[in-house]
């Protein structure tokens, strides 16, 4: 954690994931009431009106009241999908690391399956199956994205499984769920836990698309649905897109700093 | 009768080459002895550990230890069964979880064997360091602060923990130096004799295997080539491999005298 | 020993960076052209401190007191002094055939036409006893037992023909059917190429193999130093006495008695 603060561009990444994190849950605060609802007049300019700073859409919407829930949904969206992959690839990873055989050929042409389908097209398949709730774009989106964190874990398990520590542990009798989930995964998981700002970064970006082409829940604001909202009058009104668009760069290149300082610091050989 | 008995156990390895590691392999340990069990690096004696162990299975042969078919015992009978059978590995560094304690480790084997209650596992703990000759303030300590001398010591603590009646040593002592070997050598003597403990002691020096062993088998290419009493296998060694075993035990004889 | 020293050591102390004390201090030696010297000690002793120190292998930012003299120009490490590591595989690149590693050591070092060197590596294959040493030069590395890559290791490290050789634990690693030819190849290696032999080790008994001089190490100092026959049957240091008592060999006591 030490390392972390050692680096300007990791800072200035957690600086503004902070700041989201924390708009995005003081959202009804900030922003009080429907962020959908008509606030003013339409397609006020930005940085004209002082009760609308960064002006409204073409129904008069309030942008900033937009983004501020937008950052919400792209939140959640991001950390769930995080724990919904992390969760299913570490669980499957060790399993098939342990069991070997059979099992193990199974999980892993479930995981190359997975893999060799683009995951977008995944989450967009599913969406448009399942119908766009929180839950289901979630689990859309994460089901792209459990195969790097499964095969990490069972690369890591598989080396893991042959110390001694783990024969040590058999001939001791622990329970063979016992050496897997309290001897070895702890140990695994290191490196596993580096990937989260990737997958964040992704589910993140995957939601705003989904919501792009008009499978996201149309009751809730997202980046990706005001991006598209926008193109209409992309000539006219071109902030319209071009702020919700920034907010979504901003937010991915700030986790992707974070998620490479983190890395660093979570696999970095400790001196014995 | 034997507390151990291993008949014609036989493994091959399907790697990249067919490897023959165990062929026909025969042998037994009675309680409170020790065999000795000694071979070059690659000889299979490693391999026969696992199979005692339970690590490994073999391809062929029966192993019988305290009455039971050792090899037929499954899941939770088997884990329970362990509690008899344990082992002292060559790394102790390797040999426990990296982030372990000295007590943690030593709790682990009296929570699966010893059927105390958890309110006496500490005096029992402080109980068995002191048995292998470490002060019980250790307890609280992690594993990767000790030395390698103190590390062994812990690990014969944990497998003597379990109440075994017979601990498998491979290669126990050849990363230690040779001072602290010594004394861990007079130190698993005086447990074999107040705990009535067997020893299946693998190594490949025949010098340190036949300070601490009744019974020497030598292990070559997967089969044993020769078992007898220490004294008669040392003095009348059969296998041109023993005689070798033999000649190779550095003396204290200043150079020129080598062969 | 009435020749000039090959090297000598002055008051060396060998401090690691970062660390509170130093690994060496106060170590005066003298090493004979052609001579073999054993270090022996314990882990922690300074045994390997003081090979690499001599080799100028230490880690950057060692600080090292005293003085380190040669009696020639200074050496150039892998030419002059050669370097036999515990880890037999550990100094061998895995995706290069033997015979690649031998050209470019001598080629970096001797004025050899790549023809010429491939020749002179078969040549250093055969005098450290590796079996059919031409068929070795094509072979590479995990073809090759533990015992046999230490032989590969020696012959990298003699290939420049230096005037010292030192041997790190070099035989730690191996059983002892290997470790004694291994220790056989050194002497003989030595005493045929007229090299001087530093073998540092823990083993009192292999020590006891090869070396003419003894030199016994405790806690970074100097316990006692002198010639093999004489440390091993009048030792002065205390230290010395348990060393040899520690000892196992034939004629050591058995820790049990026969069972009926």
């Known amino acids: 954690m030490a390392g972390l ?30 962020p959908l ?84 097209l995944l989450a967009l398949a599913l969406v448009s199956v399942a119908g766009p709730s929180l839950a289901g774009v979630v689990l859309a989106i994460a089901l792209g994205a459990w195969t790097g964190p499964a095969r990490l874990a ?45 997958i964040v970064a992704g589910a993140i970006l995957t939601e705003a698309a989904l919501s792009f082409l008009g499978l996201g829940n149309p009751n809730v604001v997202t980046w990706g649905g005001m991006i598209a909202e926008g193109r209409n009058q992309l000539r006219s009104a071109a902030w319209l897109s071009i702020i919700p668009g920034l907010a979504l760069v901003i937010t991915v290149v700030s986790t992707y700093l974070v998620g490479e300082a983190l890395t660093d610091s979570l696999t970095e050989r400790r001196p014995r | 009768m034997s ?41 299979g004696k490693s391999t026969l550990a696992r199979m005692i162990l339970r690590l490994d299975r073999p391809d062929a042969g029966a192993i019988r230890f305290d009455g039971q078919d050792w090899l037929a015992l499954r899941g939770r009978d088997l884990r329970r069964a362990r509690g008899g059978l344990q082992m002292v590995f060559q790394d102790p560094a390797a040999a426990f979880h990296p982030r372990a304690t000295v007590q943690g480790a030593l709790a682990e084997a009296l929570r699966l064997h010893s059927g105390m209650p958890r309110a006496a596992w500490a005096t029992r703990i402080a109980d068995l360091l002191t048995q292998v000759d470490l002060a019980p303030d250790l307890a609280p300590r992690p594993l990767s ?40 050598l007079a130190l698993l003597v005086r447990l074999q004799r107040d705990l009535g403990l067997a020893y299946l002691f693998i190594g490949h020096d025949l010098a340190v295997v036949r300070a601490i062993s009744h019974r020497i088998a030598v292990m070559d290419a997967g089969r044993i080539v020769e078992t007898g009493p220490a004294t008669k296998v040392l003095a009348h060694p059969q296998a041109d491999l023993t005689r070798r075993l033999i000649a190779a035990i550095p003396t204290l004889s200043p150079p020129g005298d080598l062969p | 020993m009435t020749d000039r020293p090959l090297l000598s050591l002055q008051q060396l102390a060998v401090t690691y960076p970062g660390a509170p004390l130093p690994a060496l201090q106060g170590i005066d030696l003298r090493l004979a052209p052609r001579e073999k010297l054993a270090v022996i000690g314990e882990s922690g002793s300074g045994k390997s401190t003081l090979a690499r120190a001599i080799a100028g292998l230490l880690p950057g930012g060692s600080h090292v007191g005293g003085d380190l003299i040669w009696s020639g120009d200074t050496p150039v490490p892998g030419r002059d002094i050669g370097f036999v590591f515990q880890d037999p595989g550990g100094s061998l690149d895995p995706l290069l055939s033997i015979g690649a590693h031998l050209v470019e050591v001598l080629r970096t070092h001797l004025p050899l036409s790549p023809r ?3 020749d002179r590596a078969g040549d250093l294959l055969a005098q450290v006893r590796l079996p059919d040493p031409r068929a070795a030069l094509e072979g590479y590395p995990h073809q090759f037992s533990g015992g046999q890559r230490q032989r590969i290791a020696i012959a990298l490290a003699i290939a ?68 093999t026959a004489r440390v091993l049957a009048a030792p002065q240091a205390e230290y010395t006495r348990q060393l040899l008592a520690a000892h196992l060999d034939l004629s050591s006591p058995p820790l049990v008695e026969a069972r009926g």
């Open chain 2, 145 to 184: 602060t000790l030395s390698g001398g103190q590390q062994q010591r812990v690990a014969i603590a944990r497998a003597i923990a379990t109440g075994p009646r017979l601990v498998v040593l491979d290669e126990a002592l050849s990363a230690l130096d040779t001072s602290i070997r010594g004394r861990i």
């Open chain 1, 37 to 120: 609802a008509i606030a003013g007049k339409p397609l006020i300019l930005p940085l004209t009106d002082a009760a609308h700073p960064l002006g409204t859409d073409r129904l008069g919407r309030d942008l900033l009241a937009g983004l501020i829930h937008g950052a919400r949904t792209s939140m959640t969206v991001g950390l769930l999908v995080a724990v919904v992959a992390l969760s299913a690839g570490m669980i499957v990873g060790t399993v098939a690391g342990l069991a070997g055989g059979w099992t193990e050929a199974v999980l892993m042409r479930l995981v190359e399956a997975f893999q060799i389908v683009p995951g977008f």
């Open chain 2, 3 to 43: 507390l151990l008995t291993v008949t014609d156990l036989s493994k091959t390895h399907h790697g990249a080459r067919r490897v023959r590691a165990l062929e026909d392999v025969s042998l037994s340990v009675d309680a409170g002895e020790t065999l000795g069990l000694v071979g070059p690096s690659g000889c």
């Open chain 1, 154 to 198: 069972r690369s890591r398990v598989l080396a893991l499984r042959e110390s001694e520590f783990v024969a040590a542990a058999r001939v001791l009798g622990l329970h063979p769920a016992e050496i897997a989930f309290r001897q070895i995964m702890p140990l695994a998981l290191p490196p596993v836990l580096s990937l989260t700002a990737i």
């Open chain 1, 5 to 34: 603060l050692k680096r300007p561009e990791a800072l200035a990444g957690g600086a503004v994931l902070l700041a989201l994190a924390l708009i995005a849950l003081a959202a009804p605060l900030l922003s009080p009431g429907d």
């Open chain 3, 116 to 118: 010429a060197a491939r």
């Open chain 3, 160 to 227: 420049a023909g230096p005037a010292l050789l030192i041997a790190d634990e070099a035989t730690s690693a191996l059983d002892v059917l290997v470790q004694a030819e291994i220790v056989a190849l050194l002497r003989d290696l030595a005493e045929a190429r007229t090299m001087a032999l530093i073998f540092v080790t823990h083993d009192i008994g292999l020590a006891a193999q090869l070396a003419d001089r003894i030199a016994v190490l405790r806690n970074g100092r100097l316990q006692e130093i002198g010639p």
